[in-house]
């Protein structure tokens, strides 16, 4: 089953404007999801909260694709995937001004409910966009288109927590570890105007995807195919979809630990400039995909991206549990003769696990939907609620901390998340039958 996009054969619009459109969308999901990096230290030390507790501000905002991630299918089948951006920016636009009570009360449960409410309108936004990247053209080239929006969302991932340090941060974030309440005040209050400013940009972009003239995907024979029930259990029947859905949501696990936890890991070992941290990760992931838009699929095939990137992984986790933060080796060789800040190389290497992580997402999409067809739309709700995965992986790291294996220690839970990567790429995605 082929899809095809709505517009005159003949254009040379008819990738460009869809990547325009797709591309706008990708850039608003890297400003949310990628400013939990720096959001998530920020509220742990303004709200005095535990490692555990703080894992919790990330957890929520994934968690809401367990719940939203099969209705989103449904939904986009009912609206459309233009229709379907519009709608999921305009849930996320209104969540993110939930956030302006929960900094005037400093209360953590409004802050979780905001978090949650926005993961849900980042899912139905995910259902719409990445089926439209992947089916807009050649599965052959899925994985470049892929990789030219994940440079989006990671460019948004970098500027993102720094904007956020110069505008929030800076001046009202105090040195000493007991913060008086005039000091909290202050730091809830930073919260209130770029929050307003996220609110107001989000509702843009729903404008710009409900009234703009651009392409809809249109599957053929799509009408009268069952219920969504129906079409989730023949969904269900095709083993590298299934595997694809357990290493989209393996992968967001230690693709958010080494975004979003990394703030956090540097607030622990006395690092001043922590909520810039996530740039780090997000920078190397940027440096991930240009390479995998270069390589594939001339040079390298999305599977050996993929084997790649599972071994990347391995041996980068391996160097963050073995390292020393009294080491600033890779810190004197790659930023401080740039005139950057000397990091410990433990973390360092968790900002490194991003280029081992940037071409997992791009390779395992288009290979989980390979010969689909009309089921696309459905198998594409599943692979989105694979993203529930973001919810487990700052929550292991925050119990492996409790449970004695120290801060650096805990990030060993991430080896297996890499083995099943390896492991996918390997055989995974060639299986067809469960027999």
């Known amino acids: 089953m082929e899809a095809t996009v709505e517009c005159e054969a003949n254009t040379k619009h008819s990738i460009w404007l869809p990547m325009t459109l797709a591309g706008s969308m990708f850039f608003i999901l890297g400003c949310i999801t990628w400013l939990n990096g720096a959001i998530t230290p920020f509220l742990q030390q303004m709200l005095v909260l535990s490692p555990l507790q703080a894992s919790f501000i990330i957890s929520s905002f994934y968690i809401a694709v367990t719940v939203a991630g099969i209705p989103s299918a449904m939904l986009i089948k009912r609206v459309g995937y233009k229709n379907g951006m519009a709608i999921g920016c305009a849930v996320m636009a209104a969540s993110a001004l939930m956030y302006i009570p929960a900094a005037k009360m400093q209360m953590i449960e409004i802050f979780l409910f905001a978090q949650l409410m926005i993961g849900v309108g980042q899912t139905i936004l995910q259902t719409a966009v990445n089926p439209y990247v992947v089916k807009m053209g050649s599965e052959k080239s899925a994985a470049v288109r892929v990789c030219i929006m994940g440079l989006l969302n990671k460019f948004a ?7 956020f340090a110069a505008v929030v941060v800076s001046g009202v974030v105090a040195d000493g570890e007991q913060l008086s309440q005039q000091q909290k005040d202050a730091m809830a209050n930073s919260l209130i105007l770029p929050y307003m400013a996220i609110a107001g940009l989000i509702f843009a972009f729903a404008a710009f995807a409900k ?14 195919n069952g219920n969504g029930k129906g079409e989730v259990k023949e969904a269900l029947k095709h083993p590298h979809l299934v595997l694809g859905v357990i290493g989209i949501a393996l992968y967001v696990a230690v ?31 940027l440096v991930g995909y240009a390479i995998g838009i270069a390589l594939i699929p001339r040079f390298m095939s999305q599977q050996n991206a993929l084997v790649m990137s599972g071994l990347a992984g391995i041996v980068t986790v391996l160097a963050v549990i073995m390292g020393s933060n009294d080491s600033f080796i890779l810190a004197n060789i790659l930023l401080v003769p740039f005139g950057g800040p000397e990091l410990p190389d433990p973390l360092l290497c968790i900002a490194l696990l991003g280029f081992a992580n940037a071409m997992v997402w791009p390779a395992i999409w288009p290979l989980a939907l390979t010969g689909l067809g009309r089921l696309t739309g459905t198998a594409s709700g599943l692979l989105i609620m694979g993203i529930a995965g973001g919810a487990l992986g700052p929550l292991l790291i925050g119990l492996g901390n409790v449970a004695g294996l120290g801060a650096q220690g805990a990030y060993a839970l991430m080896i297996p998340s890499y083995l099943f990567i390896l492991f996918y790429a ?10």
Do not use: N
């Not at 991932?157 to 904007?163: D, E, N, Q, R, Y």
């Not at 009234?211 to 009268?224: H, K, N, Q, R, W």
């Open 211 to 224: 009234f703009s003239s651009l392409p809809d995907l249109v599957f053929e024979e799509s009408e009268g």
């Open 255 to 285: 693709e958010v630990i080494a975004a979003d936890t990394i703030g956090s890991y540097a607030l622990q070992i006395g690092i001043a400039d922590y909520s810039v941290m996530t740039s780090y990760t997000m920078a190397c992931m």
């Open 426 to 435: 390997l055989k995974g995605h060639k299986m067809r039958s469960w027999k």
């Open 157 to 163: 991932g970098v500027i993102v927590p720094v904007i």
